[in-house]
């Protein structure tokens, strides 16, 4: 004791800046004791909770892949199914369980299909697992609902579908794309109906979850895309272009001639693209017309289009271009020029002194 | 000058040294506190999503990965093997052989099947000549893959030869010997496609060290604690400088650097600023502040993003001669940026990129070492004139060391409460241990390697790259 007073006498005799020093020293040796040791109670907790998991995954695995296999004839559910719904009814209401569980169901929804996607479907409904779902899309938190709303669409949930509804203009991007998903998956093309109030940009990671989740349908009778491609948001017009020319939208034609005069950059080249997989021979010319007023990446686009649907009478315009000071249309230009004229082509070589004429390109294109 | 002036010399000395380590504590705990919650943002945002549509899908925008190779041949087929796995689809690679003087042209020809093909640069980027040529595979089993044969010019050149031949929106620039993890494009890929108000102009993912992690046919199948020393103090380097600094520059956007192991760059942006710098041994800097500084300069709205998702595992090196060796690059790389880009630094027509984090980098990251050399030296002078006043000394030495312990500590409970990379038994006290250690068998040679560094870029400029000698991570099949 007298030496603790003796320190603490010491200590108090110090400058200010010193006694600080040594308090924080003080409180920063306690913190690394504490995080230490719970640093290795969380090292502990975490390999336990893996090796929980493992174990539950067994198990479930087991249930539920018997469970499938065990239905009756006429589809309805044998005693050996319920006995096992009402076990799973038990162990969902524990958080890790029922994490594992669904785990295991996404996986299995992927891999079945009919009879069995049914099954699954009874089971999520039967187990009280669709009734956390539902809980999640109330929750304050966003990514909860978020979550949710993922859930709800790979079980194919219908009865929400107002509930998500109301997501699909969700402040959040993220819970934008769920609710979108979810909509999709259920409607298909007629859940793209939320494009038509979308303000809000719809991003790239959006547009192409949203094709793939289309993609997958065996009916692919699409509906009027003619309003999107006339959308004052830029980013729906792109998704409808993406749309038209992976549906091959032939009776959008016009509309796509339109937008090539749209203020964006960006939409005009998509329509050259898309308008060169449409075989648009009357946007060809028009663009053949107005060749000089184009920016570098359209005229570009435009040679790419050419390189498709190119015709004879295209080659005095093709010759006019043939040394383009841009290498790419260089190269497309002395391309279609060989496909179509190979005597024109082979004689080009007294015009290859001209000031803008790469000869590795020529040499390039007459190997190939 | 009278002692009296000299002594109020010292007091200012005094309190510039104090203030200088206070704001770099400072900023320490407000970038781990803004790291921490960018971390938690991004594993909540990403709690949900499924990558598996992005991951089959035509329509996901293709990415060439581009990897230079230098005398590679020792684990070249099986590195190139590692790449080929990826489980994004619209992707393509492209080895860029910068001139090896070994065989690695040769067993890249005999494992994958090349024939020479014909096909024409657009050098928008001017760059060394090609020697061999340009190869692909005769099996259709590696169409994904383009060898380039080029005559030697370095890292940057052979980058800038892939930007010169990718066709790809987006380029990946990763080292040859990284194992880049299967789900990395995907991953990487998200934030370029994601954010709809700024355009993305490049992304950075954790680097982790691969060193005694086994490796099964070019996957990583088990993460181990390496043994040496050197190795787990880099471990926990890195654990700090990704998880708590870059998350955090991330948040603020400010990221001057993309680790050159493993990024992802808009291709178009790349290119309009000229590419690589070919005269930089810090060239996955340069370019970065470069992009940034065009993107600044056009006013438009950009961002560089970063994933703290462990997908480029590197190995690192395992002695001090090429710890030291790396390092000293590393420096010489920050000051070539800085000077380069001194333009930008305090000046407010850049915003946050000139008042922030150039600022940042000038003063924490590339005076540091010349201001802790100073302080050492002072210290020095003052310990043979007995003028140390050691109750100071002792008791902020003591503080400081602590609170770095803490710091690696902090950094531990981030990688353990997200990733959870280090599961087994045993190796939490390690790293504990490690915290205790780092700041006596790694900071002083950082210290050295960043000193000879500011020497050999002022006194030394026909320095280059250094000696980096790897022995290939230990791949079992």
Request: charged share 25%.
């Amino acid at each position: 004791m007298p030496d603790i007073q003796n320190i603490m006498d010491q200590y108090h005799d110090l400058p200010f800046l010193i006694q600080l020093a040594w308090a924080l020293s003080g409180v920063l040796s306690i913190a690394i004791v504490l995080l230490t040791i719970y640093l290795k109670i969380i090292r502990s907790y975490l390999r336990k909770k893996a090796q929980h998991h493992l174990a539950y995954k067994n198990k479930y695995e087991i249930f539920l892949v018997e469970y499938l296999y065990s239905g009756n004839d006429d589809g309805s559910l044998s005693d050996t199914q319920q006995t096992i719904i009402k076990k799973l009814k038990t162990s969902v209401k524990n958080k890790a369980k029922r994490k594992v569980i669904i785990s295991i169901l996404y996986k299995l929804m992927n891999e079945v299909s009919g009879e069995m996607s049914d099954y699954i479907k009874t089971l999520y409904h039967e187990t009280g697992l669709i009734n956390f779902a539902i809980d999640r899309l109330y929750n304050k938190n966003w990514y909860i609902a978020a979550k949710g709303i993922g859930e709800l669409t790979r079980f194919n949930i219908e009865d929400v579908n107002e509930k998500v509804s109301e997501y699909a203009l969700h402040p959040r991007r993220e819970v934008r794309n769920e609710a979108h998903l979810y909509l999709v998956n259920l409607f298909r093309f007629e859940g793209l109906e939320f494009l038509n109030n979308l303000k809000t940009p719809l991003s790239e990671w959006a547009q192409v979850q949203l094709l793939e989740t289309l993609q997958k349908f065996d009916d692919q009778q699409i509906c009027d895309i003619k309003p999107w491609l006339r959308s004052s948001n830029n980013s729906v017009v792109l998704f409808a272009l993406k749309l038209a020319k992976i549906y091959n939208q032939f009776e959008v034609q016009d509309t796509l001639m339109e937008l090539l005069n749209h203020e964006n950059k960006t939409v005009r080249i998509a329509s050259i693209e898309v308008l060169t997989n449409l075989y648009g021979l009357e946007a060809k010319e028009m663009l053949k017309a107005n060749f000089k007023d184009l920016s570098l990446e359209e005229q570009i686009s435009f040679f790419e289009m050419l390189e498709k649907l190119v015709i004879p009478s295209d080659e005095p315009f093709i010759e006019k271009h043939l040394f383009h000071k841009n290498f790419e249309i260089q190269l497309l230009a002395l391309k279609i020029l060989k496909s179509i004229n190979l005597d024109k082509f082979m004689a080009i070589d007294k015009k290859s002194n001209h000031k803008k004429a790469n000869p590795e390109i020529l040499k390039f294109v007459k190997s190939t | 000058m009278d002692t009296s002036t000299v002594k109020i010399i010292l007091q200012i000395l005094h309190y510039l040294f104090f203030a200088y380590a206070f704001a770099a504590i400072t900023s320490y705990i407000v970038l781990s506190i803004i790291s921490g919650k960018e971390t938690i943002d991004y594993l909540k945002k990403n709690s949900f999503v499924d990558y598996k549509d992005i991951l089959s899908s035509t329509m996901s925008p293709s990415i060439t990965i581009i990897a230079p190779a230098y005398n590679e041949s020792l684990n070249i087929v099986e590195n190139v093997r590692s790449l080929l796995s990826n489980h994004y689809v619209n992707y393509n690679v492209i080895i860029i052989n910068d001139g090896s003087k070994d065989d690695s042209l040769e067993r890249l020809i005999e494992a994958y099947e090349l024939e020479k093909a014909d096909f024409i640069i657009n050098e928008k980027i001017k760059t060394q000549p090609l020697r061999e040529g340009v190869f692909k595979s005769k099996n259709p089993a590696f169409e994904k893959l383009m060898v380039i044969d080029k005559e030697n010019g370095g890292k940057a050149d052979a980058l800038n030869m892939g930007l010169n031949i990718s066709k790809s929106k987006y380029v990946a620039c990763i080292d040859v010997d990284c194992l880049l993890l299967e789900n990395a494009l995907q991953k990487m890929i998200k934030p370029f496609l994601e954010v709809t108000n700024a355009k993305v102009i490049a992304a950075g993912g954790v680097i982790r060290i691969a060193n005694s992690c086994t490796i099964k046919g070019g996957k990583l199948v088990d993460v181990n604690l390496p043994k040496n020393l050197l190795v787990q103090s880099q471990i926990l380097e890195y654990l700090r400088a990704f998880l708590l600094g870059r998350m955090a520059w991330s948040r603020l956007n400010g990221l001057l650097v993309i680790s050159g192991a493993f990024g992802i760059l808009d291709k178009e942006t790349a290119i309009a600023v000229g590419g690589y710098d070919t005269q930089t041994v810090g060239e996955d800097m340069e370019i970065i502040v470069r992009m940034r500084r065009y993107m600044e300069e056009k006013k438009e709205k950009y961002r560089v993003s970063y994933i703290p998702d462990p997908l480029c595992w590197t190995e690192a090196p395992d002695s001090y001669k090429i710890f030291i060796s790396q390092r000293n690059r590393w420096t010489r790389g920050t000051i070539e940026t800085l000077r380069k880009h001194r333009k930008i630094g305090f000046n407010r027509n850049y915003g946050s990129f000139g008042l922030l984090s150039y600022p940042y980098w000038l003063i924490f990251e590339r005076l540091a070492p010349i201001i802790e050399t100073i302080g050492l030296l002072y210290f020095m002078i003052l310990v043979i004139l007995r003028e140390v006043r050691w109750e100071y000394a002792l008791s902020f030495l003591i503080l400081s060391y602590l609170f770095s312990v803490l710091f690696s500590i902090v950094a531990l409970y981030s990688e353990e409460l997200t990733f959870h990379e280090y599961k087994k038994k045993g190796t939490g006290y390690k790293l504990v241990l490690l915290s205790a250690l780092e700041p006596f068998v790694l900071h002083p040679f950082i210290l050295y390697a960043a000193v000879k560094g500011n020497y050999d870029y002022y006194f030394n400029k026909k320095k280059k790259w250094g000696t980096m000698t790897r022995k290939g991570l230990a791949t079992t099949p």
